[in-house]
């Protein structure tokens, strides 16, 4: 007889497992604790009465029912004290799952911010995209109260905590552009500080204007301000109206006018500065409000 396999189980409504039989159609019960430690026998369900079956057992050689183990599941026996410990694991396992389960129970979604996006997309190009991932109960792009024009971000709601975890855990294609979608500042965790809503771009040239640099940042989102130092120093800040355009576009080399520009960020003084000077021995508060004085805060690499 050929090498067969033998659905195998630690319970009735568990997926089984094939385990090989020997070429004779015998099973070593050898074979069966190899991957079921400390299994003493097997039991199946009798097709024509229902009740549970032993299977002879004969010097460690489980023998088919019939000569033919077909198609049954076969149920592993264990030791009494084996059993015991097997109950006892099997419903520590179910108190996790449900422990788990109240868990996520208890998480609501909450409105997700969507950086990047193109001036074309519309509220129902945005659904119909994140409607891949799951159920979505609101969308919105927010745009600008006189012209009407997108500022480039939205927001976007699901019903599920889990389908939200997931758009989050991955950037976006939407109308030909990467876009991200994370929790909004306003929702972050506690340990998570303020950010920016400032950028500093290095390597700027000098015909570059404020108003170029704010016509190209306003793809990205609503520019409230641009300043460039005089004289010119090679680099210059902008300033988004929310503080998740800014940080999206930290560490990116950007092309404007032909020229690679470096955009990091550029955090107010006054966030860190007491901090800083309270590191060093014996920290003079003068000195920090000095520093304080001036009105941005330089990268050490700003060309």
Not at 67 to 72: A, I, M, Y
Not at 96 to 123: F, N
């Amino acid at each position: 007889m050929t090498e067969c396999y033998i659905r195998v189980a630690e319970d009735e409504n568990e997926e089984p497992m094939e385990i090989p039989s020997e070429e004779d159609g015998t099973v070593l019960l050898s074979t069966v604790s190899a991957q079921f430690p400390g299994a003493c026998g097997l039991r199946y369900r009798s097709p024509v009465s229902q009740c549970m079956r032993g299977v002879r057992l004969v010097e460690g050689v489980l023998h088919a029912p019939e000569s033919d183990w077909g198609s049954l599941v076969y149920v592993v026996n264990y030791p009494k004290e084996n059993l015991v410990l097997y109950n006892k694991r099997k419903m520590d396992e179910m108190d996790a799952a449900s422990a788990v389960k109240i868990k996520r129970g208890v998480q609501k979604t909450s409105d997700l911010i969507v950086l990047g996006l193109p001036w074309k997309t519309t509220e129902q190009d945005l659904k119909d995209y994140f409607s891949t991932f799951g159920e979505v109960i609101m969308v919105q792009v927010k745009r600008d109260a006189k012209t009407g024009n997108s500022k480039g971000f939205g927001f976007v709601r699901f019903t599920d905590y889990e389908t939200q975890v997931k758009a989050m855990s991955q950037r976006h294609m939407i109308d030909g552009r990467w876009c991200d979608c994370k929790l909004p500042n306003s929702k972050a965790g506690p340990d998570e500080p303020m950010r920016s809503r400032k950028v500093f771009v290095g390597r700027c040239t000098e015909d570059m204007t404020a108003d170029e640099l704010r016509q190209f940042f306003m793809q990205y989102g609503e520019v409230t301000d641009v300043f460039i130092p005089k004289p010119f120093r090679a680099f210059a800040f902008v300033t988004f109206a929310d503080d998740q355009v800014a940080q999206s576009l930290c560490g990116e080399d950007l092309i404007i006018k032909g020229t690679s520009v470096h955009i990091s960020s550029a955090e107010p003084k006054h966030n860190n500065i007491h901090h800083l000077f309270s590191n060093f021995p014996g920290r003079s508060p003068s000195l920090a409000a000095m520093f304080e004085r001036s009105q941005y805060q330089f990268p050490s690499s700003h060309v």
